[in-house]
């Protein structure tokens, strides 16, 4: 009797014991590691992010590891368009960024996307030629000298796009001819924008359409930038949204909180992005 007792006794203990891990590993996944008190927060964000993203995304995804202890940000860089149709054929993800409100309409409207999107910074696209400017490119017209070697971000990229419909623009200031003797001078179309950049900080190209946040630190010293006329120019939204697949939907929704911060905003900034509002 005494013996079924201790059973007894043992399996309820053993059972308190279970439970008491059960609801410490539900407060460890619920609590914000913002410096709160108990458990630390694991898990992943993943955050598929536009290409010119990736300075500020980065500095931003260590910023946002500390503020929530044990938490892993893992960024994909690409093409927004690229990015979409990824998102369509079922990558995991948490985050969607874009360059552009067409992939990111075209997310919503396919059901991608949870919540209505936030528009959280802007961007205009600039001219970028080598330090030595073979070319001789000194204000925008110029794209459309001859034998200039032009390069792009393929086709469906946000900023090739833009680049068109800023070419559509010019023709009304420089000629009919404009845009068409542009274009003529492309001789190669590359993934994404940073990639066309690259080109031409490697010297392969003579110029290429970028965004003002491609002008970084780390190439100032091999290009230069011909400024696009104010009139002429396109100003780029970059929406955001959590997606509804997410894996991780309360680190997707502090992941846009960050980005929509004043912290968020100040570091893009720094990286030479315009403020949304």
């Not at 927060?41 to 290409?51: E, H």
């Not at 590891?65 to 893992?74: A, L, M």
């Not at 274009?183 to 392969?204: F, H, W």
Request: with cysteine.
């Amino acid at each position: 009797m005494n013996r079924q007792v201790h059973l007894c006794l043992l399996g309820a203990s053993m059972s308190l014991i279970a439970l008491a891990g059960l609801t410490g590993c539900g407060q460890g996944s619920s609590n914000s590691g913002s410096g709160g008190g108990g458990e630390k927060q694991r898990g992943t964000l993943t955050i598929l992010a536009a290409s010119s993203l990736i300075d500020a995304f980065g500095e931003l995804g260590k910023t946002f590891e500390k503020q929530n202890e044990g938490v892993t940000v893992k960024q994909s860089f690409e093409s927004s368009s690229t990015l979409l149709t990824q998102i369509r054929q079922g990558a995991p993800a948490d985050v969607f960024a874009s360059a552009a409100m067409e992939e990111m309409n075209t997310a919503v409207k396919d059901g991608l996307v949870a919540g209505d999107p936030k528009v959280f910074v802007k961007n205009r696209e600039i001219i970028m030629v080598p330090k030595d400017n073979p070319a001789g490119i000194k204000e925008f017209r110029d794209v459309a000298k001859p034998d200039v070697k032009l390069v792009l971000a393929q086709k469906d990229v946000p900023a090739a796009d833009y680049a068109l419909q800023i070419l559509d623009k010019a023709n009304a200031e420089y000629g009919a001819s404009f845009e068409k003797d542009v274009l003529s001078n492309v001789v190669s179309r590359e993934s994404d924008v940073r990639a066309s950049v690259s080109r031409v900080v490697v010297g392969d190209a003579d110029a290429t359409f970028g965004y003002a946040s491609d002008y970084t630190i780390d190439i100032r010293d091999k290009v230069k930038v011909v400024p696009i006329p104010p009139d002429l120019n396109i100003i780029a939204t970059y929406p955001i949204a959590a997606l509804e697949d997410a894996k991780s939907p309360e680190l997707a929704k502090k992941w846009v909180e960050l980005v929509t911060s004043k912290e968020g905003q100040r570091v893009l900034e720094k990286w030479n992005f315009e403020p949304a509002a």
